[in-house]
């Protein structure tokens, strides 16, 4: 932006980088890999990989495996939804593979065919680790 001063000012982002946005009648075949934040809304055939979020909008068609931090999905995919957050499926949204994610919140409406993943945040026990002695029981004499 300009100022009375014919100066170049930026505008504070907060450290934070602008979403990457590809339109509807975007199409890409191939692999896509983006940081940050990132919203689909055309036709990929491929892979799309993100270390952060990913937001698939309401036109989006995915021929291919989504794997990010975060994937909000109101569009179609034909492919497995990983991630390492959450994933969100939206009412609008499609889905034909396996969805895998510490946490996934499902819509009312959503079309989803296959299997679910989901562990929770909180730490599995493994069948290695101890587990704590449940303490005795306490017996009582009734007469």
């Known amino acids: ?39 689909i809304d055309g036709t990929v055939e491929g892979e799309i990989r993100s270390s952060g979020t990913v937001i698939l909008g309401e036109h989006a068609v995915i021929e291919g495996d989504v ?36 946490l996934v919140q499902i819509e009312e409406g959503v079309r989803f065919h296959g299997s679910c993943e989901a562990e929770g945040r909180t730490k599995r026990k493994s069948i290695e680790e101890p587990r704590e002695a449940a303490p005795p029981a306490v017996r009582h004499r009734v007469s």
């Open 1 to 39: 932006m300009f100022g009375s001063n014919g100066k170049k000012t930026e505008l504070p982002l907060g450290g934070k980088e602008p979403p990457t946005f590809l339109a509807r009648g975007f199409e890409f075949k191939g692999s896509l890999s983006f940081e940050g934040t990132v919203r």
């Open 67 to 102: 794997n990010a931090g975060t994937v909000v999905c109101g569009g179609r995919v034909r492919g497995n939804v990983m991630a390492t957050e959450r994933v969100q499926l939206l009412p609008s949204a499609v889905v034909h593979g396996d969805v895998i994610a510490p």
